[in-house]
């Protein structure tokens, strides 16, 4: 509860000033950014666009084949990166999804393992979801990647049609067919023979990037690599 109470007041402090840092909440940010010193300092930044074998990729290994993986964030239980994407899906805070969308396609563009990518596909939600949010919080990502990248995102090819069930004690495979289940294609000929890099705000089991993979491997030719502003850690 302290937790929750603690990124309450932060929330409501940023609607009051609205330019405060983006993870901490309480410093002025450096001039022309959305950090302040200290957190952008502290960023947990991941190897990932660097390292092949990375513990991104190996959520994937006999899974599903894909091109690479990697995330930008480091998120652990109650760092700065779990009150950034709290606030990024549950306060109205796009500007969050911006930044660290932006600072993933940078450093995927200083990677060597994301090469040739044609199209941007967020992880979607559910119209009901999309309704009582206000907005996909991977849509924003991908938005801010696709103007730094040049790479055009489509929205509307992979499409989820019904709402995801709880997934509490289900195994990665139970859930991954669970979400496989409520994932639909319109229009696939779009992505024929395309490299789609898909993209979403946080890695946890994998089984929702796995379903997304495997509902648009129905589609002949595709490739794919994945991306995400954050992976889940353990201490």
Same mark, same amino acid.
């Given at each position: 509860? +302290? ?8 929330? %409501? ?18 001039? +022309? ?11 947990? %930044? ?22 690479? =993986? ?30 660290? +969308? ?31 949010? +206000? ?14 990248? =040049? ?45 789609? %890099? ?38």
């Amino acid at each position: 509860m +302290g937790f929750k109470l603690q990124s309450y007041f932060k929330s %409501l402090i940023g609607l009051i000033y609205p330019d405060l840092c983006i993870a901490c909440v309480k410093d002025s940010p450096i001039k +022309g950014d959305d950090f302040c010193i200290s957190c952008f300092a502290d960023l947990p %930044l991941t190897t990932h666009m660097s390292v092949e074998d990375n513990d991104f990729v190996y959520h994937f290994y006999g899974r599903v084949p894909i091109v690479h =993986g990697a995330a930008l964030l480091n998120f652990y239980k109650e760092n700065m990166v779990n009150t950034m994407l709290y606030r990024l899906k549950y306060d109205h805070k796009k500007r969050v999804g911006e930044r660290l +969308g932006k600072m993933l396609a940078t450093e995927i563009l200083k990677s060597s393992f994301f090469k040739d990518i044609e199209v941007i596909i967020p992880v979607p939600i559910h119209m009901k979801k999309k309704i009582r949010r +206000g907005y996909n919080q991977s849509s924003i990502i991908a938005n801010a990647m696709s103007k730094e990248l =040049g790479i055009p995102v489509l929205h509307d090819v992979l499409i989820k049609e019904e709402e995801t069930l709880t997934q509490t004690k289900k195994t990665r495979s139970e859930r991954t067919l669970d979400l496989l289940a409520t994932l639909g294609l319109k229009n696939p000929d779009r992505l024929k023979g395309k490299h789609i %890099l898909v993209v979403d705000d946080v890695m946890t089991t994998g089984a929702t990037l796995e379903a997304c993979v495997l509902r648009l491997k129905e589609i002949e030719g595709t490739t794919f690599s994945l991306a995400t502003l954050a992976i889940t850690k353990t201490i």
